[in-house]
């Protein structure tokens, strides 16, 4: 009885949830038009990429700082364990990897170029990147990471602290992150490079901090 | 056509919802948590959103699903011990 009631619960709300969105009136501000008119001040082709790193590249900025944020929470939570070697998988497994990782670092820079005029960008480079390093660690070829040193450091704030000094130094054209219009699409490019090495490091750094203690414990 | 399976990709969308949060087994429902990261990525790019289906497939369904099967090993190894 009690079962009816709440699946009978569920598709009355379900069913108010589909009515809610076909009542759905049109967006209050229509805001492709001003997209689509200012692309060519833009300094990239993609309307996509116009608005995460042009029209609204502090949403980007904050979105690099909240990941490295969480990734500094794991690093103050995993502590100092010791890293033990990794396993060593299957050898097909371990020769398909080894054939993988380089397609996967090729279609990294292809997706990060393309970001400019097609779907791709930053974060989908940086997460092929770090999908590439957790596979690698995978199949026992890459060991899990211990305390980071300094380039390790370096690489994980690279994106963060290119944006920031980008963002100061442009702070004369009178808004936050205006780029100029002659050079918005090669800083848009840098900033890009250094936010997909970063991304990496740090989507990498979310599975391989997490998993090194898995054969000490 | 395009409709036929964009009906497919909906209902096989609420179908691995479902049974990854009714399935009792931790590794089926780790499995199926990455099956429905795939198929939403599908479902991005059917919304000509390719952008989010690449990092719907990459962080979604590879990181998160690599990271759920590590814990699930890790759990996995700590009650064989105690």
């Known amino acids: ?217 | 056509m395009s409709f036929a399976f964009d009906l497919l990709l909906a209902l096989s969308l609420l179908w691995s919802a479902w049974h990854t949060l009714t399935v009792t087994r931790l590794d089926r429902a780790i499995v199926l948590f990455i099956a429905f990261g795939l198929l939403m990525a599908l479902a991005w790019a059917r919304l000509s959103a390719p952008d989010i289906g690449l990092a719907e497939a990459a962080i979604g369904a590879g990181l998160t699903g690599a990271l759920l099967l590590d814990a699930y090993g890790a759990l996995h190894r700590r009650q064989g011990k105690s």
Not at chain 1, 73 to 96: F, K, N
Not at chain 1, 145 to 150: A, D, F, Q, V
Not at chain 1, 167 to 173: D, I, K, T, W
Request: proline fraction near 6%; charge should be positive; hydrophobic fraction near 65%.
């Open chain 1, 1 to 217: 009885m009690k079962r009816i009631a709440v699946v009978a619960a569920a598709l009355v709300f379900v069913t108010a949830l589909i009515a809610a969105m076909l009542e759905l009136g049109a967006p209050a501000i229509d805001l492709r038009a001003p997209v689509a008119a200012h692309q060519a001040q833009s300094g990239v082709s993609h309307s996509v990429t116009a608005v995460l790193l042009n029209y609204r590249s502090y949403d980007t900025l904050l979105e690099i700082a909240v990941l490295l944020l969480a990734l500094l929470a794991i690093l103050a939570v995993v502590g100092d364990a010791p890293v033990s070697p990794p396993r060593a998988a299957h050898p097909v497994l371990q020769t398909l990897a080894r054939l993988a990782t380089p397609l996967m670092v090729v279609v990294a820079v292809y997706l990060l170029w393309a970001g400019a005029f097609r779907p791709g960008g930053a974060f989908q480079a940086g997460a092929v990147l770090a999908a590439a390093a957790v596979l690698l660690h995978l199949v026992g070829l890459a060991p899990g990471w211990s305390r980071p040193r300094l380039r390790l450091r370096l690489g994980l704030v690279a994106g963060f602290v290119v944006f920031l000094v980008m963002a100061a130094a442009l702070l004369p054209q009178g808004a936050l992150l205006q780029y100029p219009r002659a050079m918005a699409g090669g800083l848009i490019l840098l900033i890009e490079g250094g936010l997909t090495l970063s991304l990496a490091l740090i989507l990498a750094g979310l599975f391989l901090f997490l998993s090194r203690d898995e054969a000490a414990s």
